[in-house]
């Protein structure tokens, strides 16, 4: 194989990173342009061709996967709803094995079917239930806690409670956003159900979230120190906010800067509350967390303020 042939077919694999379509009607465009612009004697790509390469593929899937109709700010704080619902039902839901409380678990997955497929109204009702539920004690003392129905958790302390009502927030937004009243007044007009997607549907792939955490309660696992818990979250965490910032600089979209915020929300009343009892590995996950979310959050803003 020649260095032509060799360095052009580097250059087709590099173009992976592109989705199917965009290749199908660019690929043989960039290929002509690479391979005119290349050494003669070169057989694979310079570090800087590859790079550009892998961050052009990037950013065009990151700009693929917006959602078509929907100002950013919904459609990232509908992001951000999804990853708070779905982490919070995962980590804190009783052992479904048993089915301790089987009307709670049907109402967690419930409310996430129905934050994922957009059905903002519904969930809104669902998640009002729920965080009312969670909240008996707070709301009404531990005399009048028996007058709301008990068939899930409760919990005395503020930041148990802080994503519930996170996600009744942030559907309420959703709810009466700007262009849903105009379509509710069609939809009554039209006979279309009013419990009907007012946002496009996530992945289902979003579910994998608590099926995971699930299982692993399933098997017993747990962690007998605090410590590598907070390991396990982060390796998890700080590669997916780091994607996050890449994202949001690549695409210059802000929406999932927005999303990332919502999520690190419940974390940072967590951590207030619990300031004292943090070790310096907590400290250390939070403080990377805090860095990553706040720098996608300024580069969100310098991004919005160029448009």
């Known amino acids: 194989m020649n260095h032509s042939a060799s360095l052009e077919q ?23 342009t690479l391979m005119e612009a290349a050494d003669p004697q070169a057989r694979r790509p310079a570090f800087r061709e590859m790079f550009s390469l892998l961050v052009g593929g990037f950013a065009v899937r990151v700009r693929n996967a917006r959602p078509g109709g929907v100002p950013w700010w919904a459609d990232g704080l509908h992001l951000g709803v999804v990853a708070v619902v779905t982490t919070t039902f995962a980590t804190r839901i009783p052992v479904v094995l048993h089915f301790i409380h089987p009307v709670w678990a049907a109402l967690a997955i419930v409310l996430m079917l129905a934050i994922i497929r957009g059905w903002t109204r519904v969930a809104l009702l669902l998640a009002l239930v729920a965080a009312m539920q ?32 996170l996600v009744v927030v942030g559907l309420a937004v959703l709810a009466v956003r700007p262009g849903t009243t105009m379509r509710a007044r069609s939809e009554k007009d039209t006979g279309v159900r009013w419990w009907g997607p007012t ?26 120190d605090l410590s590598n818990w907070v390991l396990f ?3 998890l965490e700080i590669p997916i906010l780091a994607l996050v910032l890449c994202a ?28 004292a009892d943090q070790s310096r590995r907590g400290f250390a996950y939070w403080g990377v967390l805090i860095v990553l979310v706040a720098a996608s959050l300024v580069a969100a803003r310098r991004t919005r303020a160029r448009a």
Do not use: K
């Open 134 to 165: 969670v909240s008996r004690p707070m709301i009404l003392g531990s005399a009048g806690a028996d007058w709301i129905p008990f068939f899930g958790p409760a919990y005395g302390d503020i930041s148990p409670v802080v994503p519930y009502w």
């Open 199 to 224: 946002l496009p549907a996530r992945s289902f792939l979003w579910l994998l979230v608590p099926v995971f955490c699930w299982s692993l309660r399933l098997m017993e696992f747990s962690f007998r």
């Open 233 to 235: 979250r982060a390796i």
């Open 248 to 275: 949001t600089v690549a695409a210059r979209d802000s929406r999932w800067a927005l999303a990332a915020a919502v999520y690190l929300v419940p974390g940072l009343v967590y951590l207030g509350e619990n300031l």
């Open 10 to 32: 580097r250059y087709r694999r590099l173009l992976r990173a592109y989705p199917r379509a965009y290749r199908e009607q660019h690929g043989e465009e960039l290929i002509s």
